[in-house]
């Protein structure tokens, strides 16, 4: 059982260029997730999914993003790389809402360390 | 407006003793709670998931949950260097997305 995978590790992007950065869950999750963590500032959302077809902004979602077509893929987007989004960036999954007493915390993909010069 | 809050740190012990990391939180309607560990250079591992007001205890971690004064603690007993990382408070507020403190980095001393 692999869980979250997250491809690639790590990444240098020249200004303006695109890729994307792939995630992958086996747990048959339905939510899906992409953060991003600088040093200091602990983890941001960018953008999450709650089932196949619907994805929804986050707090960070300038720059990004995202599509949900199978429960198990969710890959982030980024169209015109800039400084500001040098990061590492986390991919997680969870079971839907079952209620305050469901242990539904977040499982971790190993995440992106991404660099833009 | 900062919703969940921890002290950086680094909070340092001695190998064995007790370490206590907290956070609080200014939203009421939070229902449940998690606890974090996230080594340097990895991804933060769930360690702790506590609802009720209370005490809960897993091996050598114990969480605590006190609703009225909005604070969420998580005790480390007899510290390893092991133990060292930052770890991140986490909450449920009245949708599903979760929100994470910033971290407290803790460093246990041999």
């Known amino acids: 059982n692999a869980g979250v995978t997250q491809t690639p590790k790590f990444r240098i992007l020249k200004i303006g260029q695109s890729m994307t950065l792939q995630c992958t869950q086996d747990m048959n999750h339905n939510y899906m997730y992409w953060y991003r963590q600088d040093p200091g500032m602990g983890l941001k959302l960018i953008y999450y999914?709650?089932?196949?077809?619907?994805?929804d902004k986050g707090e960070v979602p300038n720059g990004y993003n995202v599509s949900r077509s199978t429960t198990e893929d969710f890959p982030l987007r980024l169209e015109l790389a800039a400084p500001s989004q040098t990061s590492v960036y986390f991919c997680?999954?969870?079971?839907?809402?079952?209620?305050?007493?469901?242990?539904?915390?977040?499982?971790f993909g190993s995440g992106t360390r991404l660099t833009v010069v | 407006q900062k919703e969940v809050e921890q002290n950086s740190g680094p909070l340092s012990v001695p190998e064995g003793a007790i370490a206590s990391l907290n956070c609080t939180y200014s939203?009421?309607?939070?229902?449940?709670f998690f606890w974090y560990r996230q080594y340097s250079g990895k991804s933060p591992e769930l360690i702790m998931f506590?609802?009720?007001?209370g005490d809960k205890e897993d091996g050598r971690f114990t969480a605590q949950l006190n609703k009225a004064s909005q604070y969420v603690s998580l005790l480390i007993r007899d510290s390893q260097p092991s133990d060292s990382a930052t770890y991140l408070c986490?909450?449920?507020?009245?949708?599903?997305?979760?929100?994470f403190g910033k971290g407290t980095l803790l460093t246990v001393n041999p």
């Open positions: 997680a999954s969870s079971f839907r809402d079952r209620g305050r007493s469901a242990n539904y915390g977040y499982t």
């Open positions: 939203d009421r309607g939070s229902q449940s």
């Open positions: 999914s709650v089932g196949a077809g619907i994805t």
């Open positions: 986490a909450l449920r507020p009245s949708n599903y997305k979760l929100t």
């Open positions: 506590i609802y009720s007001n």
